[in-house]
Every structure is written in structure tokens, then in C-alpha cells.
């Protein structure tokens, strides 16, 4: 055997009882770590279909030499300390590797549907032509059709592949972006791309034995085109597994929208799946960066804050330059707000909730696409297809689409952007680059550049973890312009443009930045389009939108990061409360009724300052409050209310709770904050007594919680002066600083049902338990139905 030819170790390892799953979770991580290592090829973990604690484990190397520099390295003593104590037997064999076949996958069909303008029919036709006639000959592709809706403007496109990698080859290819252009003008707002495995096709499979028809060639040769009428396009068919599944919820996308749909589901006890097309988690090109006040306090219920602090940046404030001239330099830092803003990439924000999503026994499953849902009365059967091919039938109770910006869910809804999707006509780009300048640490910030009263110029910079470290988006450099002009950038398209680079960042800092200002290291660099909209409806029977698979917004300080993490939270317990069958009718409608309109003002808030210098309002404090959807409500939701009229202030139906401290419970040697009580997933009813409050309001108290006992959670905050019976059996809490009496705005005995998504759902003042009664049966039904 040469020296240098590539070989192959195979080892034979069977698990110890129990610790099959442990086995290939450890091998994972320490394959992770030998795939660095200098002459690895490949690493690979097979599992015994009849045998599930049985593996093996295959290890392509360079040569010999490599495998023999490895056999005494760290990695290996990782891998060996790893498997050490969770398998009973193993045995390992190497062999030269001499030669490997790469076999095809089965033949795919790709369908591309476009709609090109009124009166432009006639010229996209012959830039098909023109395209098809260019992709003669290409490596893998075999056939393709262009079929027209007849008396519409809308095109279909069905081409035929060998196999999925020739496909992916092509597109991946950048020259390719020769044998397409005369069609990238007419790649409009919906277009679509999806790609179906081809099962079965009758005509290969004859009834009687006969010799197999020739296989087409890599490079077909051109055949004559017949024409194609204008009959609508079958629909490809999806293969099937004969075994089902089911769960309770179907989660799909597992953005931080979907992560925190999930994460509220499994806090519940609810069954549910996550499944994720991609099929890696999101590496460190970043889309949003910036984690918000109110989600903070979400994160604080869900037990990640401390991970985001440590993994993020406090953003300290923001300072803005117009035409060289700062105007506004606002500070963030509020201390009464239980915490500040935060920078952190969103793939440590989905890295995080991942974690704690596993932390409640459920993990993402990746590479799993849904391809087609049906629902009924009794739920939703969906149909997915793995990364290896395999279909899977499930029933679930309820879908929850959270798949982004492209979402299927939304597609197959036949939902709309009301008034159609917006676009800016401004090509951007971004960058991840260290950053040589004398600015003030931990602000973002913003260089705008205004002529004739129009933006000429944009820059923002937001600060990152690490010294100088900002992630940069401007306009993108006049050669990406002039090559891309007004086109989108729709998925799998954007490869053919070479991204950004350092010099073309430096340029925008020469421009707009201050004078000296240097950019290094440049990590990544992409380029994008500014989307915006709201989709018509959010709910659908029993499916329903989340995050961008319901709105599109500018990227101002990842307002649809966060508006997303808010729809999962607000849709989480009420699902939670369906499943179960402890929801009134009609809670569920509550979804949209709440998040549609909040969604639909975050939007167009957005879209009105993305150009400005954001200080639109003279209010700087209250301005950042709205940005940061601290001030966010849900007043006039059907699902909040209040009685009786003893308030001075204090938050109002749908309004956002907010903390109070310095409460003291008997046996706690510290003081206690009020979100240390509302931090569950039930609802939270808050009965304040005063000096005024009689022993037969007490006894009330008592008779209120033993009523919602089960779906309630009742505290009495009782004020310095209050004389509590004692043997109260309801938990009692005092209010020695007055910090809950002043945040709620009581003047005498009152209540506050704070909803387990954080926002007032009722208030009564004095306590109405009548009027409590109705509310709750708006919300809980034993037995009932959504």
C-alpha cells in the first residue's frame, strides 16, 4: 500500500445497556473535535438497525501518516475517554482505501414559479428560450418545461435533475450566473423554488421483464422541444412513510421565534416537536443583534438571562452623526428597568435557547423539512421529509409555523402581506469587522449622510463581545449596485454575487465614519434587502405564524428578532391551556386579536424611521421604551379587563406588570421581588390588603384561591399596617417599602391577575369576586374546547 493513499478505520463498539443514546451523543462531540484534526477526511457513526446498541464507526484518513499522528494526539484521548464507559466491547480494523464510487441519488424535479409584470409576458419567454438553450449540456441536468397559467402572467418552471448534488453543484456554482441572467430581472417577489425526489414514474417501471432503457448521460444530448400548452402543471408527488407519528404541537423553524414557541410548550408539559430544514444550526453570519429590555425579562421567566449576559455586550446607549455633526447621543442605561439592552448575535441567541430547550427533554430535530400539511376538526396530519430521503406522516393538535422569512406554512395558508410585501429600493450590506476608532464603547453607532433632504448615505455600527468588535451594515459598494441594480435577492441566488470585502467596507468608513477610522479582520460580509409586512391573518384553524413567517421588519435594533420571541410567548400558554383542554372557546383567537395589531405598529414604526436618525419623538426616555416594546399592550384584547374604579395609575388592562421589590415573606432572609412570584406558567392573582382591610376580605381572599386552586396562583401583599389572621391559608408577603402599592396605583383593598406571559389580564379594586369569576371563565374551561 503507497504511503501516501487515503485509508479507512472502522470500529465495531456495541453499548452498554441504556447507553446507546449517551454513546452517539459523546461520539458527536468528540467527532466534532477530530474533524480539525490535520489529515482528516471524513467521520462517520453507522448504528445496527437490528441491533440499535451496536456501531460503527468509520474514519477516512489522508494516509497512513496522518492516522499514525493521530493515534497518540488529544483528540483521540478525548474520543477513547468519551466511549470509555458507556460501551462493553469494541474492535477496530484499518484498511487502504482504494477507490470510491459516489452514487446518484434518485432523479429530482425542481419547480421555480414566477409572475413577471402585465405586458412583459412575451419578453420573459425568450429569455427562458435564450436560458434554456445555455443550459444544454450542463453536468446532471436533464430536461426542463416552462408552463404558463393560462391568462395570467404566472410561469412554472419544471426541470429535471439526475440527482440533488448535480442541482446543488450548478447552483453553487457562480458562473452560472452567465447561463441565467436574462432572467434574474424577472426573479420578483414570489417567486418560489422547491425541489421533490421523482418515486415513481410508470413509465420505467414495465410490466413485463425487457432491457432497462438506456440511462441518461452526465452531458444529455440537446433534444428537440415540443410544444408545451397552457394546461395547468401536475402536482409532484411526496413519498410517504407507512408510520406514523404524533405530538401535540408541531413547531417548524427553529428560529428564536420557534425555539421559544417550543421551549414554552415543554415548560408545560406539552408534547412537541421542533423540526428545522436547515440541517446546521446557524453558524455566525448574524441576522439580528440585539436582545431587548422586555425580552430580557422573558428570558429572566425562562431561566436563560445569565447566559445572555455573559455571552452578550451591554449596549450602553446610541449616538447619532448627520452630515458629520453628532445630534443625538442617548443613554440606555435606566436603572429601575430590571435590565438594560443587550448585543448579542442571534446564533448565540438560538444557541442558548437550544440549550435550554434540550434542557427540557426535547432537541431540534435538523434537516427535517415539512413539505405539505392538511387540518381538520381534530387537528393537523404533516408531512415531512429528513435530510436522508425518509417521509414521516404526523398528527399533531396544532402546527405552529415559526420558518422565517420563505415560510411554507405561510405559502400553503395562502396567507397575504396586506397590501402586498414592501421592498426598499436600496441594496445593503453587512459586515462583521474590528473596528480602530476613539468612539464611545458599548453605543451604536449611526452616520447619516443628507443631501437635498435625501439619505445619500447610511452606516451603523453596533458593538459585539470582544475589543473593537462591531458588526457594520451601509449601502453596498457601487459595483454589487450597479451588477444587481433593483432585483431581489431571493434564496439561493444570493451565492452568485461576490460578497463585500474589506476595501469595499473601508470606503463607507473613509465617507461617513470619523476621520481615521480603520477596519480589520473582516469576518464575513453579505449583502441583503430591506423586506417589510404583515401577513393578512395569524391564525388559520389550528395553524398558526410567528415571528418573520408573520412580519417582515427593517433591521432597527432587531426589532423582528424580539417581536418574533414576543408572538411565541403570547401564543405559548394558551396552546399550552388547548391541549390540555382547560381553554375556554375562543381563547386561542385572543393570538391574533393581540399580537396582530401590536406586530402591525412595530412594522410601520419601523419602516417610518429606518432613514431617519430615529429620534422621532422629544421624549427620549419614552421613546426608548416603545422601541424596547416595554410600553407594548394589549389594551382592548378581548382577554383583558377590570372592574371597579380605586386607582391612582398604575398598569391597565393588557399593559405590561411591572417588578417590585423590597417585599419580605416570613422565613426569607432576603427581600423578595415581585417577578419571584409571577415567574411560573400559570397565572398569578396579586390580592393587596391595607390598614383598612376588614377579616371578612381575608376570608375572601381564601375562598378565591381555593376556587382557582389548580390554574391560580394566589399571594396576598398585605402593607405595614395590615392586620393579617393569623393561620391565613393563603401565602402571605409584606409590602414594607410601599414599592407594590406605588406600581400598582391602589388607594384601599385590590387584586391584579397578571396573565403567565407577564401583561396585566384584570384588575379589581375593590375585590369583585363576581367580576374575577367572569374573566377566568373567559380564559379556563375544564373539559372545554379552543
Known amino acids: 500500500m503507497p504511503d501516501d493513499s487515503p485509508v479507512r478505520t472502522i470500529l465495531r463498539m456495541r453499548a452498554r445497556e441504556g447507553c446507546a443514546d449517551a454513546f452517539e451523543a459523546a461520539w458527536r462531540v468528540a467527532a466534532d473535535e477530530i474533524s480539525r484534526v490535520p489529515g482528516s477526511l471524513r467521520q462517520e457513526l453507522i448504528r445496527d438497525a437490528e441491533d440499535p446498541r451496536t456501531f460503527l464507526i468509520i474514519s477516512d484518513w489522508r494516509d497512513q501518516e496522518a492516522l499514525d499522528a493521530f493515534g497518540p494526539s488529544a483528540a483521540r484521548e478525548n474520543l477513547t475517554a468519551a466511549l470509555r464507559d458507556l460501551r462493553e466491547s469494541g474492535e477496530k480494523n484499518t484498511y487502504a482505501l482504494l477507490q470510491t464510487v459516489v452514487g446518484h441519488g434518485p432523479r429530482i ?80 417577489e414570489n417567486f418560489e423554488r422547491a425541489t421533490y425526489h421523482i418515486v415513481a414514474r410508470p413509465e420505467e417501471s414495465p410490466v413485463v421483464i425487457q432491457a432497462a432503457p438506456p440511462r441518461p448521460q452526465l452531458q444529455p444530448q440537446p433534444q428537440p422541444r415540443q410544444p408545451v400548452g397552457p394546461r395547468p402543471a401536475a402536482r409532484p408527488s411526496l413519498e410517504r412513510s407507512a408510520m406514523d407519528s404524533s405530538t401535540d404541537v408541531l413547531v417548524v423553524g427553529a428560529g428564536p421565534a420557534g425555539l421559544t414557541a417550543a421551549i414554552e410548550l415543554a415548560r408545560r408539559g406539552v408534547a412537541c416537536r421542533l423540526v428545522e430544514k436547515r440541517p446546521d444550526d446557524n453558524g455566525t453570519a448574524d441576522k439580528a443583534i440585539g436582545v431587548q429590555c422586555r425580552t430580557m425579562e422573558i428570558w ?104 422565517g422569512a420563505h415560510s411554507t406554512v405561510r405559502q400553503k395558508l395562502g396567507l397575504t402581506f396586506e397590501g402586498g410585501m414592501g421592498m426598499f429600493p436600496q441594496l445593503f450590506m453587512l459586515g462583521d469587522v ?130 418574533g420571541i414576543q408572538d411565541a410567548w403570547n401564543l405559548g400558554w394558551k396552546l399550552a391551556l388547548a391541549v390540555r383542554g382547560d381553554a375556554a372557546p375562543g381563547l386561542l383567537e385572543s393570538y391574533e386579536a393581540e399580537r396582530r395589531p401590536a406586530g402591525k405598529a412595530i412594522v410601520d414604526r419601523a419602516v417610518k424611521i429606518a432613514f431617519t436618525d430615529e429620534m422621532d419623538m422629544d421624549d427620549e426616555r419614552e421613546q426608548f421604551l416603545l422601541e424596547m416594546q416595554m410600553t ?53 392573582l396579586l390580592a393587596y390588603a391595607d390598614g383598612g382591610t376588614a377579616p371578612a376580605d381575608f376570608a375572601g381572599f381564601e375562598k378565591l384561591a381555593e376556587k382557582v386552586r389548580g390554574f391560580v396562583n394566589i399571594y396576598v401583599l398585605a402593607a405595614p399596617d395590615a392586620s393579617v389572621p393569623d393561620g391565613l391559608e393563603v401565602p402571605v408577603l409584606r409590602d414594607t417599602a410601599g414599592g407594590f402599592r406605588a406600581a400598582y396605583g391602589l388607594r384601599g383593598t385590590g387584586a391584579y391577575l397578571i396573565r403567565p406571559d407577564g401583561h396585566v389580564g384584570f384588575r379589581t379594586s375593590p375585590v369583585d369576586s363576581a367580576a374575577l369569576d367572569a374573566h377566568l371563565a373567559g380564559i379556563f374551561a375544564l373539559g372545554g374546547t379552543a
Open 109 to 188: 424535479r425542481v419547480r421555480v414559479t414566477v409572475t413577471v409584470p402585465e405586458g412583459e409576458e412575451a419578453a420573459y419567454e425568450k429569455a427562458y428560450r435564450k436560458v434554456a438553450e445555455r443550459m444544454r449540456g450542463t453536468p446532471g441536468h436533464v430536461r426542463e418545461e416552462l408552463l404558463r397559467e393560462p391568462g395570467t402572467g404566472t410561469y412554472h418552471i419544471f426541470a429535471e435533475w439526475l440527482d440533488e448534488a448535480s442541482f446543488n453543484a450548478w447552483t453553487d456554482d457562480q458562473s452560472h450566473l452567465d447561463q441565467t441572467a436574462p432572467l434574474i430581472q424577472y426573479i420578483c
Open 300 to 403: 429572566e421567566h425562562i431561566g436563560v438571562a445569565r447566559e445572555a449576559m455573559d455571552a452578550g455586550i451591554w449596549l450602553h446607549g446610541q449616538t447619532v452623526f448627520v452630515n458629520g455633526r453628532q445630534t443625538h447621543q442617548v443613554d440606555w442605561d435606566l436603572p429601575d428597568l430590571p435590565f438594560a439592552h443587550v448585543g448579542l448575535p442571534q446564533y448565540e441567541t438560538e444557541a442558548i435557547l437550544t440549550k435550554c430547550l434540550a434542557g427540557h427533554g426535547v432537541r431540534v430535530e435538523r434537516g427535517v423539512e415539512l413539505k405539505e400539511f392538511t387540518q381538520d376538526a381534530d387537528g393537523v396530519t404533516a408531512y415531512l421529509l429528513g435530510a436522508d430521503g425518509r417521509a414521516e406522516t404526523v398528527r399533531a393538535q396544532y402546527l405552529v409555523g415559526a420558518d
Open 434 to 563: 474590528d473596528l480602530d476608532w476613539s468612539m464611545p464603547e458599548g453605543h451604536l453607532l449611526r452616520f447619516i449622510q443628507v443631501e437635498d433632504d435625501e439619505m445619500r448615505g447610511m452606516l451603523v455600527c453596533v458593538p459585539l463581545k470582544g475589543r473593537n468588535r462591531y458588526r457594520v451594515a451601509t449601502l453596498a459598494p457601487p459595483r454589487l449596485q450597479a451588477e444587481i441594480g433593483s432585483n431581489p435577492i431571493p434564496p439561493g441566488f444570493s451565492a452568485e454575487y461576490d460578497p463585500p470585502s474589506l476595501p469595499d467596507i473601508q470606503a463607507v468608513l473613509d465617507q461617513l465614519a470619523p476621520e481615521g477610522t480603520t477596519a480589520s479582520n473582516l469576518r464575513w460580509a453579505s449583502i441583503f434587502r430591506i423586506k417589510h409586512g404583515i401577513v393578512d391573518r395569524y391564525r388559520d384553524g389550528r395553524v398558526f405564524v410567528a415571528g418573520d413567517a408573520a412580519h417582515l421588519h427593517p433591521p432597527a435594533g432587531g426589532q423582528g428578532m424580539n417581536t
Open 632 to 684: 407594548l399592550s394589549y389594551a382592548g384584547s378581548p382577554l383583558v379587563g377590570e372592574h371597579g374604579d380605586h386607582f391612582d395609575g398604575g398598569p391597565r388592562p393588557g399593559d405590561r406588570a411591572p417588578d417590585a421589590h423590597d417585599l419580605r415573606r416570613f422565613g426569607v432572609g432576603h427581600a423578595v421581588r415581585l417577578f419571584e412570584l409571577t415567574r411560573g406558567t400559570g397565572h398569578t
